[in-house]
């Protein structure tokens, strides 16, 4: 004869408050954290065919409100290996609102070396730099307008295939 042995349940054990409560503290914290705005501004431009004409201007605009705090800019450039230099000339513009013409300076662009190889990130044949071009505070709040051009001796310039900047309020 067969005898059937009854497995008697244990009750529930219910979590103590305390661990209810700050586990819903944290997560309402990580719930307002991850709704904080960020303030970051990227625009880049393509050119199509991968060629960069001297005529062809990577321009945009950025509203800043916050005139006390300091920004980071950076310029992006996304260029394929078959690249031909190391660096590359540009001439970049910040017209802040308060002003009709912007204030243009040129730059040299260091994309990487021979012994190193390419800055930046990069997929399969594929390289986005984003190089830091200066920290600074604006002036005026509002609009501003940047304009990026290439000033290499190559025209049309080749293997380029966007060309932006970044603004980023530094934390």
Known sequence: ???LMSIKSTPR???PIYVVF??????MALGFYSCKQMDVFEKNVSFSAHQW??????KGQFLITDTNAVYN?????RHTDAFLYNNIWLQLGIQSPA?????????????GDDANGWDGTGMNDIWVVRKKYTSCRFR?????????VQIMR???LLHVMSAGLRVEKNR
């Not at 700050?22 to 997560?27: D, Q, S």
């Open 1 to 3: 004869m067969l005898r």
């Open 13 to 15: 054990m219910n979590a």
């Open 22 to 27: 700050y586990g819903m503290l944290v997560f």
């Open 53 to 58: 004409e001297t005529t062809d201007t990577a």
């Open 73 to 77: 800019v950076s310029i992006v450039l």
């Open 99 to 111: 002003d009709t013409l912007s204030d243009f300076q040129k730059i040299n662009l260091t994309l």
């Open 140 to 148: 005026h709040p509002g609009l501003y307008t940047f304009r990026l």
């Open 154 to 156: 190559d025209d049309p």
